[in-house]
């Protein structure tokens, strides 16, 4: 978790220019046609979207009412519930899975970013030369 918000916090910071992302894709490979982002500001626009409905989730796991969870204490037990325990690791596994990837993604693009960056000025010192 805390990989993912230092990542998209260095995404944040270093892409001052977003639109230089504008037609420029994915060097992993990714296929837009599979219906993902196309281009890398896409992409950026994106993962900056769902930073905050990650941190929301995270506060509304964090920040139960306890009226809700004395409805759970008293619930009758029906025997549908009996593999919490692997329902709840089949869930956080697949949540780390997400994370994972999204922090790759935001690892990526920052780096193609600086990499455009660099491009850019190693341009402008050829063409002043």
Same mark, same amino acid.
């Given at each position: 978790?805390?990989?993912?918000?230092?990542?998209?916090?260095?995404?944040?910071?270093?892409?001052?220019?977003?639109?230089?992302?504008?037609?420029?894709f994915?060097?992993?490979?990714?296929?837009?046609?599979?219906g993902?982002?196309?281009?890398? *500001?896409?992409?950026?626009?994106?993962?900056?979207?769902?930073?905050?409905?990650?941190?929301?989730?995270?506060?509304?796991?964090?920040?139960?009412?306890?009226?809700?969870n004395?409805d759970?204490?008293?619930?009758? *037990?029906?025997?549908?519930?009996?593999?919490?325990?692997?329902?709840?690791?089949?869930?956080?596994?697949?949540?780390?899975?997400?994370?994972?990837?999204?922090?790759?993604?935001?690892?990526?693009?920052?780096?193609?970013?600086?990499?455009?960056?660099?491009?850019?000025?190693?341009?402008?010192?050829?063409?002043?030369?």
């Amino acid at each position: 978790m805390e990989q993912y918000f230092s990542a998209t916090q260095k995404m944040e910071q270093e892409v001052m220019f977003p639109s230089l992302l504008r037609g420029v894709f994915p060097q992993d490979g990714a296929d837009p046609a599979t219906g993902g982002p196309a281009d890398l *500001y896409e992409r950026y626009q994106l993962l900056k979207a769902i930073k905050p409905v990650v941190e929301r989730g995270l506060a509304s796991v964090t920040d139960q009412s306890p009226t809700s969870n004395a409805d759970a204490d008293t619930a009758p *037990y029906d025997g549908i519930d009996g593999n919490l325990e692997e329902r709840l690791s089949h869930h956080m596994n697949g949540l780390q899975q997400v994370l994972t990837d999204l922090t790759k993604n935001t690892k990526a693009l920052t780096r193609r970013y600086s990499q455009i960056l660099e491009e850019i000025n190693l341009g402008e010192g050829q063409s002043s030369s």
